[in-house]
């Protein structure tokens, strides 16, 4: 049976990871995806932690398949997470990063907006 879409957890800036559950029939699995692994995912560094939550949206077809192949290829414990780190990341996946061009930043951050940090 394959898992199916769950809940967005968000972002955990002290584990530097994005957590987000999938549905493997009337269990709930955890996983988390760590930031480095988003980054190889869209072809490097784009992004401050707020800018995960687009990321993920935007990249979430390739996670949900990253999460299902790990879950088939591991043994899950209930109660913990499956992590996938950016090692995990094999060239399929790479194949379908976010093209160059296209940026996964709010377009209230995009160039010629101008926000002063402090």
Known sequence: M??????ILGYDSAQMTFGFTMLNGGDEVVFQISA???DKLVGGPRGRHVDRQIQFSLLRETIENLASARFYASTFVRGGALRIFA???????????????????????EAGSRSVCR
């Open 36 to 38: 480095a692994a988003i």
């Open 87 to 109: 090692k995990d990341i094999g060239k399929q996946a790479e194949a379908s990063k976010v093209p160059k061009n296209r940026s996964l930043r709010p377009a209230s951050l």
């Open 2 to 7: 394959p898992l199916t879409q769950g809940r």
